[in-house]
């Protein structure tokens, strides 16, 4: 009896087209260079995507207030481009030449131009594996960088912009930016896939972290839908801590709740502390006032109440 031929699925007439259009661009350049186009990618996507929210604070800002985190905070057009000369400084003498130098890691792991490409799913499947892997490791880095030695030496740059804005994504001492890296290239060393969903990944992640720095929490921004994220509100929080045992340090909330860091509660925390500290401030001036009024207070109590203060 013959063996009957297996049906295989037939692609559709999109994935073939393109397939085509990346065959017929890639097919004649050096693996080396489609790696290098991350560099574009990266001056692209910071030297537009930040420039959204300028605009609106510029034309629309009426309309857009009452959306701003921090709404009596505004940084001057002045600050917010000496910020991008800042980004683009650091673009060009550290993160342009680590592009350069790194392709070989990208081989070892496996990363991939030739055909076939990926499925959407595949596509968004390893997406959401290197969003999960980078926020989690990034979690540990950003908690080591809040330690004394950490922040006084290396992270402290990335708080002197307190107000949070777009163009301050990246606004980070050089030893920063390269340990930040990590998290950023363990998913695909991890999950390697194609060199498109590299590109998309390296991309989005950048897109995300100009959304969480921007200031504005928007009802349209597309993460509002993600579960367990943080959002801008959660990174204006974390900004305005420019203290060494800042709590709340990751992108995504839900990595904060699994480690007992809810913003919530913290929060809370936080109110209830300032509460008595405040109730305590006021008592000790009351005694004060008290104890410097002879009129009021005999000699031996202004003795006494003294050392309570003391």
């Known amino acids: 009896m013959a063996r009957q031929p297996e049906l295989v699925a037939e692609p559709s007439r999109q994935s073939e087209l393109i397939a085509e259009l990346w065959f017929n661009y890639s097919a004649t350049k050096l693996d080396y260079f489609l790696y290098c186009h991350n560099i574009f990618f990266l001056f692209l996507i910071f030297s537009i995507f930040p420039y959204y929210y300028l605009f609106l604070e510029i034309f629309f800002y009426n309309s857009i207030k009452p959306y701003k985190i921090q709404p009596k905070v505004k940084l001057s057009l002045f600050d917010t481009l000496r910020c991008y000369k800042s980004v683009m400084r650091m673009f060009f003498f550290i993160v342009g ?169 913290l929060r809370m925390k936080k109110l209830e502390e300032l509460g008595q500290k405040s109730k305590d401030v006021i008592q000790r001036k009351k005694l004060l006032h008290m104890a410097c009024d002879p009129r009021t207070t005999p000699a031996i109590e202004v003795r006494l109440v003294k050392d309570l203060i003391n």
């Open 97 to 265: 030449p680590l592009q350069l130098v790194s392709y070989p890691s990208v081989k070892m792991i496996g990363i991939r131009t030739s055909l076939s490409l990926p499925s959407l799913w595949e596509i968004i499947v390893q997406l959401g594996v290197y969003f999960i892997i980078e926020d989690y490791t990034n979690y540990w880095i950003h908690r080591f960088l809040h330690c004394k030695w950490g922040y006084e030496k290396i992270h402290k740059v990335h708080h002197e912009y307190t107000a949070p804005v777009g163009f301050a994504a990246p606004y980070e001492h050089w030893v920063e930016i390269l340990i930040l890296g990590i998290p950023s290239f363990l998913g695909p060393a991890i999950t390697p896939g194609h060199m498109i969903t590299f590109w998309l990944w390296i991309g989005l992640r950048q897109i995300e972290a100009i959304e969480t720095h921007s200031g504005y929490d928007f009802p349209w921004t597309p993460t509002k839908y993600i579960p367990f994220y943080g959002g801008a509100d959660y990174v204006a929080e974390m900004l305005g801590n420019h203290s060494v045992d800042a709590e709340l340090l990751g992108n995504h909330s839900g990595v904060d709740e699994l480690l007992g860091n809810n913003s919530e509660k």
